[in-house]
């Protein structure tokens, strides 16, 4: 029901665009999260879009704010995750997840809330 894509290969400084899909199924979706996990971590929420009336609440984690942009394409039924001046550390497999009713914000991060998940999709920025 949900599929990632977007992942590469990337230098340090540049940009990738993460999207995930969310079809075939009648549920909808109030909150989407990308989550990433990078080779001997734990998995890391990385920002949340919730639906809220007509717009969206966002929310990132610290590392990734001001460089990362999560936003909903209504037309195409997708979060997409825009990532701009990446760092090698931002080398991960990132995933999406879903619930049909919104958390708080200040849980949205926490991957125990979520019961749909996508495949991952792999991120490597270069040095």
């Known amino acids: 029901q949900l599929q990632a894509s977007g992942g590469g290969l990337v230098q340090t400084g540049g940009s990738l665009r993460l999207s995930c899909a969310a079809s075939?199924?009648?549920?909808?979706?109030?909150?989407i999260t990308w989550f990433r996990q990078a080779p001997g971590k734990e998995r890391e929420g990385v920002s949340c879009?919730?639906?809220?009336?007509?717009?969206?609440?966002?929310v990132y984690t610290d590392s990734v704010r001001g460089r990362f942009t999560i936003s909903r394409n209504n037309a195409k039924n997708t979060v997409d995750l825009q990532m701009n001046s990446l760092k090698p550390e931002d080398t991960a497999v990132y995933f999406c997840?879903?619930?049909?009713?919104?958390?708080?914000?200040?849980?949205?991060?926490?991957?125990?809330?979520?019961?749909?998940w996508g495949q991952g999709t792999l991120v490597t920025v270069s040095s």
């Open positions: 075939g199924s009648s549920l909808d979706f109030s909150l």
């Open positions: 879009f919730s639906r809220v009336g007509g717009g969206g609440m966002t």
């Open positions: 997840a879903a619930r049909p009713i919104r958390v708080p914000a200040s849980s949205c991060l926490n991957s125990i809330y979520y019961d749909y």
